[in-house]
């Protein structure tokens, strides 16, 4: 457990040296990992510190796994806490660190995902959201497509761009790309 913790820690590490952003600390690495998430279907707003050096604090992931539930069903399960320290080191990258997220979708039952997959489109039947593998989000204030850039850029798993629905998609899946009902110019390369 301890070593699997170390190296998480030290691959996040690796991640936020190599991304250069003029906001980092200079000291070796960030102690407090905190997170500013406000939830867009249940307006509910969280502040918290989730991870302290290369510890991720249990208490503190419990009420984010609350805050991330699916908000049709009431379902909570558990998240893959690397996804947080994704969300966390998008903050750093694009220069605003500790800048407040907008969740557009957290945990999805497969009920639920079924149910979206029937009245909307671009929604997977294995979608990383019934892990709790996944988060869609923006960021007020930062432009979604450069958002998506500095996503692509940490090479963490998944990015998925929405850009009539204005959001990113994150997992924490095997590192891929899509750019759902994009116009050409903005697929080529993907
Ligand atoms: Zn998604």
Redesign the pocket.
């Known amino acids: 457990m301890g070593a699997t913790l170390f190296l998480i820690a030290s691959s996040s590490a690796h991640a936020q040296s190599r991304l250069v952003s003029p906001q980092e600390p200079s000291s070796p690495e960030r102690q407090d990992h905190r997170l500013l998430l406000y939830n867009t279907h249940t307006a509910e707003r969280i502040d918290i510190v989730y991870r302290r050096g290369d510890q991720y604090i249990s208490g503190a992931l419990a009420k984010l796994d609350f805050f991330l539930r699916d908000h049709r069903t009431g379902d909570v399960r558990h998240f893959d806490p690397r996804l947080y320290d994704i969300l966390s080191d998008l903050t750093f990258s694009i220069g605003h660190p500790d800048g407040e997220i907008d969740i557009v979708?957290g945990y999805r039952t497969s009920s639920t995902n079924e149910s979206l997959r029937a009245h909307t489109t671009g929604v997977a039947r294995n979608?990383?959201?019934i892990q709790a593998e996944?988060?869609?989000l923006r960021m007020p204030g930062v432009d979604t497509f450069k958002l998506r850039q500095a996503a692509l850029a940490l090479r963490r798993g998944g990015v998925?761009y929405y850009p009539h629905s204005d959001f990113i998609?994150v997992?924490t899946g095997r590192v891929r790309q899509w750019c759902f009902d994009c116009p050409a110019s903005l697929t080529t390369g993907d």
């Open positions: 979708c979608s990383l959201h996944a988060i869609d998925g998609h997992d």
